[in-house]
């Protein structure tokens, strides 16, 4: 095995700021999926899942 940083070295200090969410442009989109979309069409509104930590694209 290769040696690796201790994980409490590759952690964020603090959580990132993510805005809103959904964000603009996914509301956007839903707007627009909903014109073409059947009512019979049936998406969860909302999300059990959680995420406990994220990283990427700011």
Known sequence: ???SPAI???QFATEPDVGEIPG???R????EQ???DSSAVAYPTTSRSRW???????
């Open 1 to 3: 095995m290769t040696d």
């Open 8 to 10: 409490e070295d590759i």
């Open 24 to 26: 603009p442009k996914s």
């Open 28 to 31: 956007k989109l839903l707007e």
């Open 34 to 36: 909903r014109t073409y």
């Open 52 to 58: 406990t930590r994220g990283s990427g694209r700011r």
